[in-house]
C-alpha cells in the first residue's frame, strides 16, 4: 500500500460511470413503471451503491480506508442503456476513483440481479472513471 | 428476496468474463514481467476476487448466501485486452452468476486498482455471463 | 455458541416487528409521496433490511451463520406510527427469530437514519417476535 | 448521502437508550449471578455492542463513515426492565446519533439471543436519542 | 480455491491453541480479580473469538464458506501463560481447522489489545492445530 | 473503548512480526519456486495481509477504527522458518501496534491455509510487536 502520510488533506471529487445494457424495451418499462418482482430497481440499486463506495477498500488490498464525505448516484436512459452516474466526495490525501468505479459496479451488478428474472440478456460495459479533480493531476475522459 | 425453500440442491456452475482494457503495452509487459510497483497484479487480485465472490451476498440485498465451493480464476492477455475468466461453483438451491460476475468485476477493479500510478487509461469492458449449469435453464452466451 | 451438529434441518419461519413513531402527519406524508430528501425511504429501507437479516451472524457473538432462504419486507402506516414486518425462512437446524428481529431493527433504523433531516421526534419501538415455527416449539405472540 | 465536505470537525457526542423486557425475576438473577448459559450476558453485549457501533456505516446506506472516538456502554436494572445506554464520541463533520442508537440495538438484540433459551418473552422497546450535542443543534429527550 | 462439489458431509472437529504470554503476575491477577480498565479480558476475547470464527472465509481467499456449528473458547492459566483453546465443529465438505486457528489469534489478539495499557510485555505464542477429525485424515499433535 | 477525544494527530509508526514454521525443505522451496497447487504464497498472503490491517478494529471490540495510510509486508527466510514482518503508518490519535500484529497473524495464517495440502506441520510462532513509533512511549523489543 503507497505511504501517503506525507500528503495533504484536499478536496477530491471523483465521477466514474457504468452502463447497463438490457436486452428489450420492456424491461425498461418494467423499471420505469417500477414492475419489476424484487421491488424498485433504482432506488434498492442505489442503496446497494452506497454501501459498495463504503465498502471498496475492503475488497481491494491496496486501497486506503477513507472518510467518503459525499456519494452521488443518478440514472440516465437511453433506449437499451442505462448509464449510471456515481460522483464521490471526500476531503483526504488520496483520491477517490476506485471508489466511484467500485460503486457504478455494484449499482450495475445490482441491477443485473434484479432483472435478472425477466431479462437474460443484461451486460454490464464500459465501467470507466468519466472525470476527477484534486490531487497531483486533473482528469477528464475525452469521450464523455 | 424470492423464497428458494422449495428448491432441490443441484450442481450450478456459472463463468463471468470482465474485460481490462490498458492504454499501452508497457503496461501488459510490466504486468507480465511482474514490475508493477504495487505488486504481482495477477496474483494480487486473484486474491481480491476470490474473497468478493464469497462478499457477494454480502453487497447486493437480494442476492442468497450460499456456500460456494469452487472458485477458478484466470487471464488471457490478447494485445491491450486481459479477459478475467471467473468460474463458480456451487451444489445449492439457486445458481452463482452473480457471484462470478461480482468476482469478475471485483478483479478488473483491482488490476484498475493496482495499474493506476503507471497507466491513466485503463477501463473495464463486457462484465457478462458467459455460460451457466444446473437450474431451470443452462444458457450460452452466443459471442464466446 | 450452542453445539447444532446434531439437530435436523426443517423449515423455520420467523416473523418480527418493529414499529417506527414519527411526530408529525408530515413526516408520513414524505414518505408516501416519496419526498423525503435522502430518497426513497420505504424501498431504500427495505435493502438495508434484506442485507442486515444476512449479516446477523456477523454481529452477533453465539449466532449461528446460515442459509437465508426468504426475507420478506412489509410496512403498515398507522397513523403516526410504521410497523415493519421482517419474515424469514430457512430450511436449517436452528431459528431464524434473531435474523428477523435484527432486519427489522436495521429497517427502523435506517428510516431513523433518512428521516432525521426532517423529524427530530422519531423513535423506535417494540421489536419483538411475531410468531416462529419450526423447531421444538412453536410460538405466536399473544398481543398480536 | 448528504455532502459535508464544507462541514467543519466539532467534538459531537449523542447517548441513546434501548430496553429490554424479561418475563421473570429468574432472568435477571441468571443475568447477574452469571448464570446464564452462553455466558457473560452483560458483558458479552458490551462487546457486540462496541463492534456494532463501529459498522453503523456499513449497515445504513446514507450514514457517513466516520472515526469513532469513544464508546461507553451501561446497563441500569430496574424491575425487570433493562435500560441500555449508548454514548458514542468523535470529532467530525456529523454526529453519532444513528450509531450510539445502532450500538444501543444491537447490545439489546444479542441479550435477547443470549436470553433466547431460559426466557421465550424477551422484548426490546424504546430505542431513542437521549441526548446529542455538537453540530447545529443540541438534543434533549424530554422524558428522561 | 479448491472444488469441494464432489466430496460428501461429515462431521468436522477441530481444536486449535493459542498462548498468550504477560510480563508480570500483576497481569493474570487484574484479569482474574475483573479489574484491567478495558473491562471482563476473558469474556470480551470469547466474543470477539466467536466472531472470529466466522469471518475466516472473509479474510483468507482460499477458504471456503462454511456452516459453524459450534464453537468453544476455553482457558488455562499456568504461571504467566494464558493457553486458549478454540473448539470449531461443522457437518460439511471441508474442515474447520483454519477457522479453529483463527478464532484462537482473535482472541489472543483482544487479549493483547485489552492489556496492552497495563503490561507492555505481552507476547502471542504458537498458534497452532491441536487435533482435528473427520475428513481424509485425522490428527492429533505429538506436542500436546 | 478508550476515550481519545482530546488526543493529538501524530505519526504513528509500528512494525509487528509473526513467525511461520514449516516441517520440510521441500515446503520453502514449492514457496519460493511457486509451485504450491493453490497459488503463488507470498503474494496472496501479502493481499489478505492488507485487507486484515484493514479489518482490525471490525474483530476487536475495544479498538478504533482509523485511517491506515500506509501498509508494507516482507518476508524473510531462515532455514524452516519464515519471518513476516508488517509495518503500519498513520498520522491519527492512537498507535497502529494492534493493526501491525492483525495483519501479520493474517498473513501467517494464509500461509498455513495454502500450506496445508502439502506440509501438515506448519505451525505460527511469536505474533509479537517489533517497535513503535509516535504516541506517548517509543517501544523496542529487546530480542530482536
Redesign the interface.
Known amino acids: ?5 506525507h500528503k495533504n488533506n484536499t ?1 477530491r471529487i471523483a465521477t466514474a460511470q457504468a452502463v447497463v445494457k438490457v436486452s428489450s424495451e420492456d424491461t425498461i418499462k418494467a423499471i420505469q413503471e417500477n414492475k419489476v418482482p ?3 430497481v433504482f ?2 440499486s ?3 451503491g ?3 463506495v ?2 471498496t ?16 448516484i443518478e440514472y440516465e436512459v437511453n433506449g437499451l442503456e442505462i448509464t449510471i452516474l456515481v460522483t464521490v ?3 483526504y ?1 488520496t483520491g477517490v ?2 471508489e466511484a ?2 460503486g457504478a ?2 449499482v ?3 441491477m ?3 432483472l ?2 425477466i431479462d ?1 440478456g443484461v ?6 472513471l468519466l472525470q476527477k479533480t484534486g490531487g497531483k ?1 486533473d ?1 477528464k475522459d475525452n469521450f464523455t
Open positions: 500500500m503507497v505511504d501517503i502520510t478536496l424484487k421491488g424498485d432506488s434498492a442505489k442503496a446497494a452506497l454501501l459498495g463504503k465498502k477498500s475492503d475488497l481491494l488490498p491496496d486501497c486506503h480506508p477513507m472518510p467518503i464525505e459525499y456519494t452521488g466526495k471526500t476531503i490525501k476513483e476506485v468505479m467500485h459496479s455494484i450495475a451488478l445490482n443485473y440481479d434484479m435478472k428474472p437474460k451486460e454490464i460495459h464500459h465501467i470507466k493531476s482528469y
